[in-house]
């Protein structure tokens, strides 16, 4: 069983930066690939970014490339998001979530089996 929750989100100005962070309960954390999915008002729930249980392979959604990273630290059970050059698109709720399989990390959110309760991001133009 994992628990996850999220922080860092908040109001933020086109072109500005944010990093989500996701904290994980669990002793066997290492094993689990993590991401990064978000949903805007009125839209489905989106792929952002998913790394492996070891963190050495990382996935992005196309909306995201180039602009953000995604990292993992398995000391800290933590989970973070780095977002870069904001756009208003980017504003939705953020979630965190964790599913116990090596390889490349899933990229369908139904691959998922723990979900955090979110972090909403707002960006403003």
């Known amino acids: 069983q994992v628990q996850l929750v999220e922080s860092g989100g908040g109001l933020v100005q086109a072109g500005g930066s944010l990093r989500l962070s996701c904290a994980a309960s669990?002793?066997?954390?290492?094993?689990?690939?993590m991401g990064w999915f978000r949903q805007a008002p009125g839209k489905e729930r989106e792929f952002v970014a998913g790394i492996s249980w070891r963190g050495d392979r990382r996935a992005f959604g196309d909306s995201v490339k180039g602009r953000s990273t995604i990292s993992k630290d398995n000391t800290r059970n933590a989970v973070y998001l780095q977002m870069n050059s904001l756009k208003s698109e980017d504003t939705g709720v953020y979630y965190c979530a964790a599913v116990s399989r090596a390889g490349a990390p899933p990229l369908m959110d139904r691959e998922y089996d723990y979900w955090g309760q979110g972090t909403q991001v707002t960006v403003s133009s």
């Open positions: 669990g002793r066997t954390f290492s094993s689990y690939a």
